[in-house]
């Protein structure tokens, strides 16, 4: 468990390496919500998501020597290309495992912060398994994307910020993939304002942690197929979940046209860029989930890696 | 002509009206370009664009006595939604000429803000003409989009906060219209900092100042096809193209391709919005129209007043 020393010496490490944007506030998201809506841009975050703290944190935390060898890891997406800076940025390789039916915008990226790129199929092959084996054959130190101590503590930095930019809150919503960002910004918020509410928000299709609280332990669900790629995990993450079970109120869930619509509002009227599942917290908003009128609320948006391409696609379609 | 003390005083009267935002800087536009790159992010002022500045000081300037009785303009768009959310601020009517061909949201935005909206057609009949008469016919106060002191000195204010946020700048670059962006920032620098170089920009197709400036005399072009709707002016304006003579250095050129290119840069790297016109002064940046290695740039992104579906099929025609 981490406990919020554990975030504060994340946000030590992590002062004047991380963007931190001013929280964005709108008037027409006060109006459509009858709410106080106060925004974590974490898709300006470097690397474009929220995943650049925790890596970042996690590679900083490690040993020298250890870390000198070069580190490792599974992901969709923004992870991979988080650890890809992070590594950059304390000058040690970087060996990433990527889904090949990952964005191109991602994989192009990844690479582009100078990591080794390793393609898998995520409907068939077992992430953890061939991240086990690449680790002990080359020597790498995996920093997994949430199931890390000081990835978890890196991504509760987003809360504790959010907190002391925005004042009071009484509600916080947090997209949930595999759990690392909402049971850091759940034991910041534990720590330093008890009385907020923390809500996660699942895409329909992956509600592996709504179902995993209501039955009281993690469920495996098969791999998502959702637009949310950063929330396309079949299960809640082993480290994660008992904090999300103790410190999280609820999980809400938003379809995959919501999150379309809600790319669309923030494109149109917050003028800003997010990727699928950095649209699902404040889809939840706009969408109903949750009773809001006069409540101060703050909702992360996760990421900004879409394409313009696939953002043109999926406006066409919608 | 205005001058710098015009341009101070608008400052204080848009001081807590007007959004001031961070100045952007990005790694990847420093990479891409050669110069180190400050954004003046004016697609996240109210009402969506620089336009704010100019119509709100315009209408704050005038004896309370004429703007009772309300105001009226004509425009394409973003001054139309400015002087409509200027006029709703100060309690008084707006009434707004605009193009019937100007984009739907931006028609419905300005009639959103409470303001009358006259639809012309832009290629046929003379909106100087239409403005005269409407005035005249309602008892209203015009206030020009740039042939206007007041105007012009509120959106100099833009460049007075980009100098000041961003320290010393080499260079400047402006997208050129009607020209009140542009003679009220070069009034600025020419007030504070005399060594900085004011630079135009305007899309090819409708390149009116460019020529205006190398007749030494003002010059009309046919109604410019461009998709930079902002832009799509025959001429500079009587009271801004003497201060362009004047104060500014150059005015280069980009094409549509190079600002929807420059639009997918924005979205894809910045995670921003801007319109056609908005990514120009940017485009001239990332389309080597100058020498920029080592020079510290500021650009003016004007405006981010597109709708997502024509954003998607700008990004899919590209």
Do not use: W
Not at 85 to 100: C, G, Q, T
Not at 125 to 153: F, K, S
């Amino acid at each position: 468990m981490i406990d919020l020393d554990d975030i504060r010496a994340a946000a030590r490490r992590l002062h004047g390496v991380a963007h931190r944007r001013p929280v964005n506030t709108s008037r027409t998201l006060d109006e459509l919500t009858g709410a106080h809506v106060f925004l974590k841009a974490e898709n300006l975050q470097r690397a474009g998501a929220f995943k650049f703290r925790g890596a970042f944190n996690a590679v900083a935390s490690l040993p020298a020597e250890e870390r000198r060898g070069g580190v490792a890891t599974v992901s969709s997406g923004n992870h991979a290309q988080a650890l890809a800076l992070a590594a950059r940025l304390h000058d040690v390789p970087a060996v990433i495992l990527m889904p090949e039916d990952a964005p191109e915008a991602k994989l192009a990226a990844t690479r582009g912060y100078g990591a080794e790129v390793i393609p898998f199929d995520r409907y068939a092959q077992d992430r953890e398994a061939l991240l086990a084996e690449l680790v002990e054959a080359r020597g790498l130190q995996p920093v997994h994307p949430y199931d890390d101590p000081g990835v978890m503590a890196g991504q509760g930095t987003a809360a504790l910020e959010l907190l002391e930019d925005a004042g009071p809150l009484d509600l916080l919503l947090v997209p949930v993939g595999g759990g690392g960002l909402i049971a850091g910004c759940a034991t910041a918020i534990a720590g330093v304002s008890p009385g907020t509410r923390v809500i996660g928000v699942e895409p329909e299709a992956g509600d592996d942690t709504r179902r995993s609280l209501q039955a009281g332990e993690r469920v495996t669900i098969p791999v998502p197929r959702t637009i949310a790629d950063g929330q396309q995990l079949p299960a809640p993450g082993e480290l994660t979940f008992p904090v999300v079970q103790q410190l999280v109120e609820d999980v809400v869930t938003v379809s995959d046209a919501e999150i379309v619509a809600t790319m669309r509002v923030l494109f149109e009227r917050c003028k800003t860029v997010a990727e699928p599942s950095g649209a699902s917290a404040p889809a939840a908003l706009l969408h109903g989930r949750l009773p809001l009128p006069g409540a101060r609320v703050g909702a992360i948006i996760s990421g900004g890696n879409v394409a313009a391409d696939r953002f043109a696609a999926l406006m066409e379609e919608a």
